[in-house]
């Protein structure tokens, strides 16, 4: 299973993102996470919490980095 957390770099996506660890899920199922930033690098903080989990630059007002996320983490 994938999880995209979008605003991964906000209050609740941060709260989501060092709760959300990459591996085995319930049931033996394998959880990729991924999550979106309005930055030019993700937060560091947020980097080193989780090391594994994969960061997107994305703007959502114009859909700026979007095709990237698609192509790389929605196939």
């Known amino acids: 299973k994938r999880v995209l957390v979008v605003g991964g770099s906000g209050y609740l996506g941060q709260h989501l993102l060092s709760r959300s660890h990459p591996g085995a899920g319930g049931n033996g199922v394998y959880v990729d ?43």
């Open 33 to 75: 996470v991924a999550f979106t930033h309005h930055r030019r690098a993700a937060p560091r903080a947020l980097a080193q919490r989780a090391p594994s989990v994969r960061a997107f630059c994305a703007d959502l007002r114009s859909s700026d980095g979007l095709e990237a996320v698609s192509a790389s983490f929605g196939q």
